[in-house]
């Protein structure tokens, strides 16, 4: 089955400053990546996702970045806020049933 | 428009004995997710339900069953309970063949 890997898995930033978020995947079948943002004592939230036939996307100040060659796939935020402190899943899953298998997840702080 | 709600949002049980949580998915959603969340760990894929049939399940033991009723709303039923069940259960409904998943905020079950 698909297994995902997630590193860090803890991150500290100043407020302002960028954050980068790693994970890698095993299933080259995998075609969709989603990434979720779990608040503390609220359930997992879809942040942005991407899809494989797209190297890319952008919302904002999230963007997330896949590389099916070398199979992994990135989340980046710049000019992080308090408000984006929280623990942060990435994810991967075939078409059809999408049944996603989540990473470890991030725990991201980012101090004012 | 009503999101994902779940109980109940925390329950203590002891080895041995049988635990149900409930959930309604977000309107007009016809599919319905499970997840176990393990303290530090990314939520791992119980099984998934589409008209009331099981449509997919992940590495759980028999012992972890559930039902979809015709409004779409779950239950999850877990029989004989472990010290090692306890965890956060969450529920996720969705559209079928859409990879987003809408989270309630979860059941926290302890096993004493």
């Known amino acids: 089955g698909e297994n995902v890997e997630q590193h860090p898995s803890t991150l500290s930033v100043q407020e302002g400053d960028s954050a980068v978020i790693k994970c890698t995947y095993s299933d080259s079948a995998s075609n969709y990546f989603p990434w979720y943002k779990q608040e503390l004592g609220k359930g997992p939230q879809l942040i942005i996702d991407?899809?494989?036939?797209?190297g890319e996307k952008k919302d904002q100040r999230i963007a997330v970045t896949l590389n099916k060659t070398a199979k992994h796939f990135s989340l980046h935020i710049t000019e992080t806020q308090p408000e984006d402190s929280a623990v942060y899943f990435c994810a991967a899953s075939k078409g059809g049933s999408y049944i996603p298998t989540f990473g470890r997840g991030t725990s991201l702080i980012v101090h004012p | 428009e009503t999101g994902v709600t779940q109980s109940p949002t925390h329950l203590i049980k002891t080895r041995g004995q049988q635990v149900t949580l409930r959930c309604s998915s977000q309107?007009?959603?016809?599919?319905v997710s499970w997840y176990q969340q393990a303290l530090g760990q990314g939520p791992q894929f119980i099984f998934q339900?589409?008209?009331?049939?099981?449509?997919g399940r992940g590495n759980f033991p028999p012992r972890f069953s559930g039902l979809q009723f015709p409004n779409y709303s779950s239950e999850l039923n877990v029989n004989a309970l472990l010290l090692g069940d306890s965890a956060l259960y969450l529920c996720?409904?969705?559209?079928?063949?859409?990879?987003?998943?809408?989270f309630g905020e979860g059941s926290r079950l302890t096993v004493l």
């Open positions: 991407i899809r494989s036939n797209v």
């Open positions: 996720a409904s969705s559209l079928v063949h859409s990879g987003e998943l809408f």
């Open positions: 309107s007009g959603h016809n599919t």
């Open positions: 339900y589409y008209r009331e049939e099981e449509n």
